[in-house]
T-cell receptor, first 113, second 109 residues
Framework: EAGVAQSPRYKIIEKRQSVAFWCNPI?????LYWYQQILGQGPKLLIQ????????DSQLPKDRFSAERLKGVDSTLKIQPAKLEDSAVYLC???????????FGPGTRLTVT | QKEVEQNSGPLSVPEGAIASLNCTYS??????FFWYRQYSGKSPELIMS????GDKEDGRFTAQLNKASQYVSLLIRDSQPSDSATYLC?????????FGTGTSLTVIP
């Protein structure tokens, strides 16, 4: 069974630029999560999708971050414009449904200079 | 008050010893509990899930859940240098998923 796929693996941008991340969950997993992990901290949930609907985006900085999951499969997370404090690893995870085990992709390491 | 709290460590144990990792959570109504291992520069990897009070064993790993005291622990028996990593506790509370900051474990050969 293929795992969660993410791209790109690394991205370096200047502040005020925009960036997009892509995630393909495990086949059949209805729930998809985007996390931000800053060095030395645990993952922080940004947004949770159930199929193509948003379940929780309470911690998503909506003035600069957006995410979508068209057709209930792949998802993209966008930052526009980026700030220095957005430098982090962005993790995508999926699960069969909420409350079950989440499986993580390899992450995208973003550096904002 | 943080939803999930862990001692950040570092925790050091000699090879072959038992490593004990602890986690407390604030929401008494939490339903699902998970332990993840994260190697430096890698993404979290699921070790175990536990949903009811008591112990759950999987190989060298044992998860223990005590809902009355609101804590969940992970025991690693016969610790190996390859177990050196950060261990993340995660709790499902309502529809939200919370991670602790992780405990860094070093197993000394």
């Amino acid at each position: 069974e293929a795992g969660v796929a993410q791209s790109p693996r690394y991205k370096i941008i200047e502040k005020r630029q925009s960036v997009a991340f892509w995630c393909n969950p495990i086949s059949g997993h209805a729930t998809l999560y985007w996390y931000q992990q800053i060095l030395g901290q645990g993952p922080k949930l940004l947004i949770q999708f159930q199929n193509n609907g948003v379940v929780d985006d309470s911690q998503l900085p909506k003035d600069r971050f957006s995410a979508e999951r068209l057709k209930g499969v792949d998802s993209t997370l966008k930052i526009q414009p980026a700030k220095l404090e957005d430098s982090a690893v962005y993790l995508c995870a999926s699960s069969l449904d909420p409350g079950h085990e989440q499986y993580f992709g390899p992450g995208t390491r973003l550096t904002v200079t | 008050q943080k939803e999930v709290e862990q001692n950040s460590g570092p925790l050091s144990v000699p090879e072959g010893a038992i490593a004990s990792l602890n986690c407390t959570y604030s929401d008494r109504g939490s339903q699902s509990f998970f332990w993840y291992r994260q190697y430096s520069g890698k993404s979290p990897e699921l070790i175990m899930s536990i949903y009811s009070n008591g112990d759950k064993e999987d190989g060298r790993f044992t998860a223990q859940l005590n809902k009355a005291s609101q804590y969940v622990s992970l025991l690693i028996r016969d610790s190996q240098p390859s177990d050196s990593a950060t261990y993340l506790c995660a709790v499902m509370s309502g529809n939200q998923f919370y991670f602790g900051t992780g405990t860094s474990l070093t197993v000394i050969p």
